[in-house]
C-alpha cells in the first residue's frame, strides 16, 4: 500500500512538534505493507519521512518538479523509483494518482496546495481515498474554519465535506487506521 505523507521542504522549528512527526513517520514506516510517495525528499520533514522510509527497506516513489535537479539525481542515486513533471501542480496530481492514501503533516504553501489538489482530485474520482490531516496543536485550524464557512455559504455540499478528509489530533489513531487501511487494501489485491 502506497502512502502519500505531504510535509514541509522547511525545518520544523517546534521541537515537541518536530519528534512526534518523527514517532509518527517512524511508526508509519514499521507497518509491513505501507510504502511511501513523497514530493521531494532533501529537506525538512519531507527529509525526515524519506530517510526514515528508506532506513527501514521501504520501497520510496518521488515525484519531483522539473526544478528539482539535485534531488533528481539523489533519486538516480539510490534507485528509487522517481518522476519528474513540468510543475508543481502537476506533481500534486501525480502524487494522489500514485499513492493510496494520504496524511498531511505540517507545511506550508505546498502543502496547502496539496491538499486542495487532493480534496479536488478525490471528488472528481470518486474513489476510496482516505485523505488524513494530521491537525497537531491545532495547525490546521484555520484551514478548518476556511471548508466551513465554504460548507455555510453553500458553495461545498456538507456531506462531501465530511467524506473527503478525516481531521485528527491523536497520531496513534493516524498510525492505527492507516494501519487497518492497509491491511484492507492487501486483502483486495
Given at each position: ?10 525545518d ?7 519528534n512526534?512527526?518523527?514517532k ?31 532506513k ?16 533528481m ?15 508543481t ?14 496524511l ?86
Open positions: 500500500m502506497k502512502l502519500f505523507i505531504g510535509c514541509g521542504s522547511r520544523v522549528l517546534d521541537q515537541d512538534a518536530l512526534t512527526y518523527q509518527l513517520i517512524e511508526n508509519l514506516a514499521s507497518i509491513p505493507s505501507v510504502n511511501l510517495v513523497v514530493g521531494g525528499m532533501s529537506s525538512g520533514l519531507l527529509k525526515v519521512c524519506y530517510d526514515t522510509f528508506k527501514m527497506g521501504k520501497k520510496v516513489t518521488v515525484i519531483l518538479d522539473k526544478t528539482r535537479d539535485e534531488e539525481k539523489k533519486c538516480t542515486e539510490y534507485n528509487d523509483k522517481f518522476y519528474v513533471v513540468p510543475s501542480m502537476q506533481r500534486s496530481r501525480k502524487c494522489y494518482l500514485e499513492s493510496d492514501m494520504a498531511f503533516l505540517e507545511g506550508g504553501i505546498g502543502t496547502f496546495t496539496e491538499i486542495w489538489t487532493f480534496l479536488e482530485e478525490k471528488r472528481t474520482f470518486q474513489r476510496e481515498y482516505p485523505i488524513y490531516i494530521f491537525n497537531y496543536n491545532g495547525i490546521y485550524d484555520s484551514f478548518f474554519c476556511s471548508l466551513h464557512e465554504s460548507v455555510q455559504r453553500g458553495m461545498t455540499l456538507s456531506t462531501d465535506a465530511k467524506k473527503w478528509l478525516i481531521e485528527e489530533k491523536n497520531p496513534e489513531k493516524i498510525q492505527e487506521e492507516i494501519e487497518c487501511f492497509s491491511k484492507r487494501k492487501r486483502c483486495l489485491k
